[in-house]
Structure formats: structure tokens, C-alpha cells
């Protein structure tokens, strides 16, 4: 009677061998990123879908749209920086497609497409309408005064976010609850007086 052979797969054992089988599972990431990324935003993909979605619902009024809102359309459960994408992407969709054509390797996300259209500030930029926000924060460590605008700390907030990954839509969506939980403390207060 014959004995089974067992074929036992060969191990990968230097390190040269193991980056070899990670490249190659990288390309096909990165390739399957890219082909889901163009068909997300062909004109019946689904980031234009969802971001015309937004631009009615935004239309309806005010500057958030409810919770409420998102889950009646069944799309509170797509994450919010996906829908603020998707609605940056259709609200500037031509200066994107331009962009995109013009790139030589294309894109995998609307993140990366953002961060790639997103111009340079010059540092110290200001602009008329600062000079009425200005609050005199005191003297700094060369005796003089420092002028803290809203560009200025704006500024240091984008710095901060791009030197930690932190997305910026992240921060923007914790302001507006801020000012919401404001509004609604207030309208609290009224009530209980």
C-alpha cells in the first residue's frame, strides 16, 4: 500500500521574501482602491449620489442638517466625513474631475483628493475684516504685545490637526455642537426662568 505524500506549503522565512508577498497584496489594495474610487464618483457612482443628497438636504435650511434628517433618509448610519466629502466633492465637482485628469496617478479616496487640492496658506496671512476680532492677549517673552486674530488661530488649528491626523471636518462638527449645545442651554434657561 502506498503512503500519502503531504505537499506542506514552503515557509517564508526571510524578510526579503515576506516584503515580496506584502508588496503584492499592497498593489492589489491600492489597485482596488483606485477602481472603487473611480467608479464611486462616475455621475451615478456613489459619492455623487450622496453628495447631491446633501446639497437638497442642505438646501432645505440652516447650515446642519438634523439628525433627524439623516435618518430619515437612511443615510445617518454612512459616516459623517463620508457625506462631508461627498458634498465638498459635488459642490466643487468640476475643479475636481480637472483635477483628477490632470494627476498622473489618480486617486483612492475623496480624502486624498482634498488634501491634494487643498492650496498652501502663506503663514501670517490676514485680512481686513481680523483688525475688528483682535484680542490683546499681553506681552510675549520680547516684552511685546501679541495679536491673536481669528486667522491666526485658525491657522494654528489647521497646523495642529495636519501635525497630529486630525481630520479638520472631525473639529468643525465638534464647533457646531458646541455653539448647538449653546443655543439649547440657553433656550433652557429662558424656560426655566
Not at 482602491?33 to 447631491?52: C, E, H, I, M, P
Not at 481686513?128 to 499681553?138: F, H, L, M, W
Not at 465638534?174 to 433652557?188: C, K, Q, R
Amino acid at each position: 500500500m502506498k503512503t500519502p505524500t503531504t505537499t506542506a506549503k514552503p515557509v517564508i522565512n526571510t524578510l526579503e521574501e515576506i516584503g515580496a508577498v506584502i508588496g503584492k497584496e499592497w498593489k492589489a489594495i491600492t489597485k482596488g482602491d483606485k477602481v472603487r474610487f473611480d467608479a464611486y464618483t462616475k455621475s451615478d457612482g456613489f459619492d455623487v449620489k450622496l453628495g447631491k443628497l446633501m446639497v437638497e438636504l442642505k438646501a432645505e435650511g440652516g447650515d446642519r442638517i438634523s439628525s433627524q434628517r439623516l435618518k430619515d433618509c437612511s443615510i445617518n448610519s454612512v459616516d459623517k466625513r463620508r457625506r462631508a466629502e461627498a458634498l465638498w466633492f459635488v459642490e466643487n465637482e468640476v475643479e475636481c474631475r480637472e483635477f483628477i485628469a490632470k494627476s498622473k496617478r489618480g486617486f483612492t479616496s475623496l480624502t486624498a483628493l482634498q488634501k491634494a487640492m487643498k492650496p498652501a496658506k502663506p503663514e501670517a496671512e490676514t485680512t481686513e475684516g481680523d483688525t475688528e476680532d483682535k484680542s490683546n492677549v499681553g506681552p510675549n517673552t520680547e516684552g511685546e504685545t501679541i495679536v491673536v486674530t481669528k486667522q491666526l488661530v485658525f491657522d494654528h488649528l489647521v497646523a495642529v490637526c495636519k501635525a497630529n491626523d486630525i481630520n479638520l471636518l472631525d473639529i468643525a462638527e465638534m464647533l457646531m455642537s458646541v455653539d448647538t449645545v449653546s443655543e439649547a442651554e440657553a433656550e433652557e434657561t429662558k424656560v426655566a426662568a
